[in-house]
Every structure is written in C-alpha cells, then in structure tokens.
C-alpha cells in the first residue's frame, strides 16, 4: 500500500504488476452497498478521489477484505478481481466518467444522503 500516493501495487504470478488506486478500488468495490443486489442496482459513487486504504485484511487464500478511510469495508476482492482493476483500469475510468456524466453528478461530490428507511419514532 501506497498510501502517499494512494495506490496499491501488487505483484501477480503471471508476471503482472498492477498499481491499482484506492479510489478506483472504493468506487468499482464488489460490495453490495456499491454493486446492489442485482443488475441496474449499482450505486454511483462520488467524493472519493482522497480516500484512503486503512487496512487490508487477508480472506483465506483467494481474497482481501480493504477497510476504506470513509468507513467502507464490506466488499471482498478476490485476488482475480484486483486483476480485472489493474488489468482493465483505462476503460473503468472512461465507464466511470460516462456514468457521472449520465447522471449529472460530479466526481468530487459529497455523497447524497440515503433516505430513511424503518420504523421512525414520533
């Protein structure tokens, strides 16, 4: 870990060695609270870009499980899926651009607050 310059860097068997950036980690993390529960679900993420990674646990041999500086740390990234971020990060970028486009949403924005949901009490 990086942390000045807030990248990752990991080295695969493969012979790959992939400098991936903590925001494009927390924006494209595998959790539901990023992915939804299903295709059309994904939540935009926005205000990243200084986040920074706090830890990075092991899961097993097969995944690591990061803890984000904003409080993020649901999403297990297999060590195939940190692939896929190095491997294809140019075209996540542009992908990530075009949806905050589409969305009228600028990269530095604070996220919005989640509706309430529940019970209330009055």
């Not at 097993?60 to 294809?88: C, K, M």
């Amino acid at each position: 870990m990086h942390s000045q310059s807030r990248v990752l860097q990991i080295s695969f068997s493969v012979g790959a060695d992939c400098r991936i950036p903590f925001e494009l980690m927390r924006i494209y993390s595998p959790s539901a609270e990023v992915q939804g529960h299903g295709p059309g679900q994904e939540v935009l993420q926005t205000g990243k870009r200084l986040v920074d990674l706090e830890a990075l646990d092991p899961v097993g041999n097969y995944a690591v499980q990061p803890r984000f500086s904003d409080g993020h740390d649901t999403g297990i990234f297999s060590w195939d899926y940190l692939y896929f971020l190095g491997a294809e990060q140019e075209r996540l970028w542009r992908d990530y651009e075009k949806r905050l486009q589409d969305a009228g949403r600028e990269r530095d924005a604070p996220m919005p607050v989640a509706a309430a949901h529940g019970c209330a009490s009055h």
